[in-house]
C-alpha cells in the first residue's frame, strides 16, 4: 500500500508521510492470510535457514496482538501448522516489543537448562486493527511477520544482555479500546472505530526516543560494551525520525543503524526480527559481530538485547 494510495482514502500528501515517518510502502496480507499463516511461514524459513528440523524445537514464543483467535494462543495454531511437535508453545502481549520480551525470555530458559532450542517470532496482521479513517495512525503500519532459533552455545555467542520495562500508566496513549471484557464489541463501537488502535503520536514519540536510547545504553553496560563495539544497530521501525534521534543520542554512524521502514513502515512485533533476517540476508552480519535489537510500543513498554552473532 503506497502512500498515494492513503491520498485517496484520508486528508494527507506523499510529502508529509515520507518527512514526518520516512514511510513510502507498507505490505498488507490478504484478507484470507492471517498472522498465524505468516508467523508459520517466518518458522519455516527460520528452521531452514537454521538447519533446525521442527521435531528438535522444544519452546515457541510468538509476541503478538493481532492473534487469529482470542484462545487459544497464536503460538499453539502456529505450533501445530510447523509441526512443532515436541514444544511448548504460548503468545506475549508487548505489542512492538512482544519480540524483544520474547526473545529475553527464551534466552533465559535456555540459560536455564529447561528449553534447548527456541523459535521466537513477531507476527503482526496489523491492517485487521488499523483504522483507515485515522490519517495520524493509518499511513504506520504495515503486515508482517519474523522469527528466529535459538539455542545454548559455549563460545559465548548468542543473546549476552536483554532489558525489558514497562509503564501501565502510559497504557492508554497507545491502545485498542474496544474488545475486550471492559468494553466487548457492540455495533455502536465498530461505527465509532474503538475497535481500532488509537495512538497519541506525539506523547509516545517523546517517550519512544527517550526510553529506546535508556534501553540501549543499559544492555550495551551490563555487557561491558560500548556503542562503537556495535557492528550493525536494529531498531523498531517506527518512525524514521524516532531511529534518527536514537542514532545520535547513542553516537552510534548511521552506515550502523539498519532501516527497512521505507518498504514495510511499522509492523509492530515483526519489524525488529523482519528487520534482523534482511540485515543477515544483505551479509551485514558477521560471526562475532555485536548487533543491539531495540523495540518500543504500547503497554507502553519497551526493550532491548544484545547479541554476539
Ligand atoms: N497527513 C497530514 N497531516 C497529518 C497526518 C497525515 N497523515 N497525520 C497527522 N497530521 C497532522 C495532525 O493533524 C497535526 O495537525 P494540526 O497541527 O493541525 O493539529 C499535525 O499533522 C502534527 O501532528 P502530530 O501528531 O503532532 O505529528 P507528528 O509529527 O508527531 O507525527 C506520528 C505523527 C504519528 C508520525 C508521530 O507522532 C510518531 O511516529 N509517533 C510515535 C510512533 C511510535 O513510536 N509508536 C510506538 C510504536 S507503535
Known amino acids: 500500500m503506497t502512500n498515494a494510495d492513503f491520498e485517496k482514502i484520508v486528508d494527507t500528501t506523499n510529502e508529509w508521510i515520507i518527512s514526518r515517518t520516512g514511510i513510502k510502502e507498507r505490505r498488507i496480507c490478504d484478507e484470507d492470510m492471517t498472522g498465524g499463516d505468516m508467523a508459520a511461514e517466518a518458522c519455516r524459513r527460520a528452521l531452514e535457514n537454521s538447519g533446525t528440523s521442527p521435531e528438535e524445537i522444544d519452546l515457541l514464543i510468538i509476541g503478538t496482538v493481532t492473534p487469529d483467535y482470542r484462545c487459544p494462543s497464536e503460538a499453539v495454531i502456529v505450533q501445530e501448522k510447523v509441526g512443532l511437535i515436541n514444544a511448548v508453545a504460548f503468545d506475549i502481549v508487548a505489542a512492538c516489543t512482544g519480540f524483544i520480551n520474547g526473545l529475553s525470555l527464551a534466552n533465559s530458559l535456555i540459560q536455564s537448562g529447561q528449553y534447548k532450542k527456541a523459535l ?62 471492559r468494553n466487548p464489541y457492540t455495533p455502536e ?118 547479541v554476539r552473532w
Open 120 to 181: 521466537i517470532v513477531g507476527s503482526e496482521k496489523l491492517s485487521s486493527i488499523t483504522n483507515y479513517k485515522d490519517r495520524g495512525t493509518c499511513i504506520l503500519f504495515g503486515d508482517a511477520a519474523g522469527a528466529v532459533v535459538i539455542g545454548p552455545d559455549s563460545n559465548g555467542n548468542g543473546v549476552i544482555s536483554t532489558f525489558m520495562k514497562s509503564d501501565g500508566r502510559l497504557a492508554k496513549l497507545l491502545w485498542q479500546e474496544v474488545g475486550g471484557t
Open 189 to 306: 463501537n465498530v461505527n465509532n472505530g474503538k475497535d481500532k488502535l488509537y495512538m497519541a503520536g506525539s506523547d509516545v514519540f517523546k517517550v519512544a526516543v527517550r526510553e529506546m536510547c535508556n534501553a540501549s545504553l543499559k544492555v550495551l553496560e551490563d555487557a561491558g560494551l560500548t556503542a562503537d563495539d556495535l557492528t550493525l544497530v536494529v531498531p523498531h521501525q517506527a518512525n524514521i525520525r524516532i531511529i534518527d534521534a536514537l542514532t545520535k543520542r547513542l553516537k552510534v554512524d548511521k552506515s550502523k543503524v539498519y532501516m527497512n521502514i521505507e518498504k514495510y513502515g511499522n509492523t509492530s512485533a515483526a519489524s525488529v526480527p523482519l528487520a534482523l533476517d534482511q540485515a543477515n540476508h544483505e551479509g551485514r552480519l558477521k560471526p562475532g559481530d555485536y548487533v543491539l535489537m531495540v523495540a518500543f510500543g504500547g503497554g507502553l513498554i519497551w526493550g532491548a538485547a544484545l
